[in-house]
C-alpha cells in the first residue's frame, strides 16, 4: 500500500510539473498540444464518420432484408477494364428483357421480383420548380422489396404500374417544397413538361449509400421510360426469396433461370451480375477501408509532430532543471523514480492534447449530425483509442529526455548553471 501511495504520488507530482512547465513554456507547450490534437481530431472524426456510414450501410441492407438480392446488366466493380470489349466484356451483356423478367417471376422460390430505374426530371407546381430532381422508377413489387411507409395517400396499384399510369408518389421533402403545409394528394404535377398527379406522400429513409435525404418522386417504370425518355436497357431487378428460402438457393434458380433464358452455354460466363449484400459490403469495405487507411496516416503525421515537439519541449526543460534532478538524485532519488517522472510529464502534456482533440472531434462529428446524412457518432473504442495514442506517444517521445535525465551524475548536475 505505501508503494501504491508512493507511485501516485509520483504521478501527481508529474503532472503538476508538466502542468508548470506548460504555463512557463506556453508557445512551445502549445504547439506540442496542437500537433498531438490534430492527429487525435483526425482519428476521432474519422472513426465517428465510419461508425455512422457503418450504421447507414446496415440500416439500408436490414430495410430490404437480409435475404434481398440485386440482378443487374453491370457488375459493381470494373476492375481491369480500359474501356475496351476486350478488357471490359460485360459492355456486351445485353439489357434485361420483359421475357426474363416474367420467368423469373413463376419461379416457387420467389416472392417478388421487382423493377427499378433511376432518372431525373424537371418537376414543377404552378411557379415553383425543381430542375433537377432525382426519380425512381419501379414495378408493383416497390411496396413489398423495400416496404416504404406512404402516409398520406397511398402507392401505385399493379395495374397502375402494368398500365404506366401517369401517377407519382413524392417523398416529403418534395411534398414541402413543392406544396408547403397544402395536402397534395390529387394535385397535378409536371415532369419534363409531362403532367402526373400525387397519390401519395412516402418517408424517405435518406442514408448516406442513397446520397442523403432529396426532393424525389416514385413513378411507375412504365411511366418513366414511355413520358420520361428513361432507358429501358438500364434497368434492374431486386430479387427477395419466399419465407423459408435461403438466399443461395434463390440465387442458384435465378442464375439457371437467366442463363437458360439466355441461350448460355454451360462454359460460358454469364452476361448478367447477381449483386447480394455481402458483394455490395466488400466494395463498401474496399472503398472506405482505403480512405480510413489515409486518414490514420494523416492523423499519424500530426502525432509525429506532436511527438517531436514533445521530444523538444522535454529535453528543454531537462536542461533548465538540471540542478533541480541532481538535488533530488543526491537526496535518494533512483533513476527509475527520476525517469518516471519524466514519463509521466511527457504523457501528461500529451494527454491534454488528446483531450482537446476528443473533444473538438466530439463537436464536429455533432456537426456531421446535423448537416450531412451521415448519422456519425464516436464509439468507446475511440475514445480509448485516442487517449492511449495520445499517451503512447508521450511515453514514447518522452523516453530519450526522460533517459537522459535519470543517467545525469548528481554531482555534475549540482554544479550545473
Not at 415532369?191 to 411507375?220: C, H, Q, Y
Request: hydrophobic letters at 45%.
Amino acid at each position: 500500500m505505501t508503494a501504491l501511495s508512493t507511485r501516485l504520488s509520483a504521478v501527481g507530482e508529474g503532472v503538476r510539473i508538466a502542468i508548470d512547465a506548460i504555463r512557463a513554456n506556453r508557445v512551445r507547450a502549445g504547439l506540442t498540444i496542437l500537433g498531438i490534437a490534430v492527429g487525435v481530431f483526425v482519428v476521432v472524426e474519422m472513426s465517428a464518420a465510419v461508425h455512422g456510414i457503418n450504421q447507414s450501410v446496415a440500416k439500408d441492407f436490414a430495410s430490404t432484408g437480409p435475404t434481398t438480392f440485386y440482378v443487374s446488366r453491370y457488375p459493381i466493380s470494373f476492375e481491369n477494364c480500359d474501356g475496351s470489349d476486350d478488357t471490359c466484356t460485360w459492355l456486351r451483356n445485353p439489357p434485361i428483357r420483359p421475357d426474363e423478367i416474367d420467368a423469373l417471376r413463376r419461379l416457387s422460390t420467389m416472392e417478388a421480383v421487382g423493377a427499378r430505374l433511376d432518372w431525373s426530371a424537371s418537376v414543377k407546381f404552378r411557379e415553383r420548380n425543381l430542375s433537377s430532381a432525382p426519380l425512381e422508377g419501379y414495378s408493383a413489387e416497390w411496396t413489398s422489396i423495400s416496404a416504404p411507409e406512404v402516409f398520406p395517400g397511398r402507392a401505385f396499384t399493379s395495374a397502375e404500374a402494368r398500365t404506366g399510369a401517369r401517377v407519382a408518389v413524392v417523398s416529403k421533402l418534395m411534398a414541402t417544397r413543392l406544396f408547403d403545409d397544402a395536402d397534395p394528394i390529387g394535385k397535378q404535377i409536371t415532369m419534363n413538361g409531362v403532367p402526373f398527379e400525387v397519390i401519395g406522400v412516402f418517408k424517405d429513409n435518406a442514408s448516406f449509400l442513397s446520397g442523403g435525404e432529396r426532393p424525389k418522386a416514385v413513378v411507375p417504370v412504365q411511366a418513366m421510360i414511355r413520358y420520361l425518355g428513361a432507358r429501358a436497357e438500364n434497368m434492374a431487378l431486386a430479387i427477395k426469396p419466399r419465407e423459408g428460402v435461403t438466399r443461395d438457393q434463390a440465387v442458384d434458380d435465378v442464375t439457371a433461370t437467366m442463363r437458360g433464358q439466355r441461350g448460355t452455354r454451360p462454359t460460358e460466363e454469364s452476361s448478367f451480375s447477381i449483386i447480394t449484400q455481402d458483394k455490395l459490403m466488400e466494395t463498401y469495405d474496399k472503398i472506405f477501408g482505403l480512405f480510413f487507411l489515409v486518414m490514420i496516416a494523416l492523423s499519424a503525421v500530426g502525432l509525429i509532430v506532436g511527438g517531436v515537439g514533445v521530444v523538444a519541449i522535454m529535453m528543454i526543460s531537462v536542461t533548465e532543471r538540471t540542478r533541480e534532478i541532481g538535488i533530488r538524485k543526491a537526496l535518494g532519488a533512483t533513476r527509475a523514480t527520476i525517469l518516471w517522472q519524466f514519463l509521466v510529464e511527457a504523457a501528461t502534456l500529451t494527454g491534454i492534447g488528446g483531450a482537446i482533440g476528443l473533444f473538438v472531434g466530439w463537436l464536429g462529428a455533432m456537426l456531421i449530425r446535423t448537416f450531412t446524412p451521415i448519422e456519425a457518432s464516436i464509439p468507446p473504442l475511440a475514445v480509448l483509442a485516442a487517449l492511449g495514442a495520445s499517451a503512447f506517444t508521450g511515453i514514447l517521445f518522452g523516453m530519450v529526455p526522460a533517459a537522459r535525465a535519470a543517467k545525469l551524475d548528481p554531482v555534475e548536475a549540482l554544479r550545473y548553471e
